[in-house]
């Protein structure tokens, strides 16, 4: 893993925590996307070398939907910048890490995703990230 890539944060509502995100950390957003097979839209904060999501449910059944419904807004993730995501995959499932997604899939921001399970990673959920190269 090369370095955290962004922390995920679960919002109930992406335009106010938009503005509320942009007077913490001193910069507006720079993306939002909708990522239709996830049921979310996200928005995409720079501080440094660093990266926030914001994450706000699109439909009731989406895991961000359920997230909040269980534990309030917050931290939803870590993610992880990997160069290879099928070679990290296999290594975390030889590491005894149950991964919820072993064929990364499509998220936002131009990355290959995939997802660890909270109860293999002392209850965070942590994601894997690669960037699509064209």
Known sequence: MNKIEHIGIAVKNLKDSNVLFS??????????????????????????????????????????????????????????????IETEIKRLKTEGFKVLNETPKKGADNKLVAFLHPKSSNGVLIELCQEIKH
């Open 23 to 84: 007077k913490l950390l001193g910069v507006t957003h720079y993306k939002t996307e909708r990522v239709e097979r996830e049921g979310v839209d996200t928005s995409f904060f720079k501080v440094g070398d660093n990266k926030i999501e914001l994450l706000e449910a699109t439909k009731p059944d989406s895991p961000i939907a359920k997230f909040i419904e269980k534990k309030g807004e917050g931290i939803h993730h870590i993610a992880f910048d990997v160069d290879d």
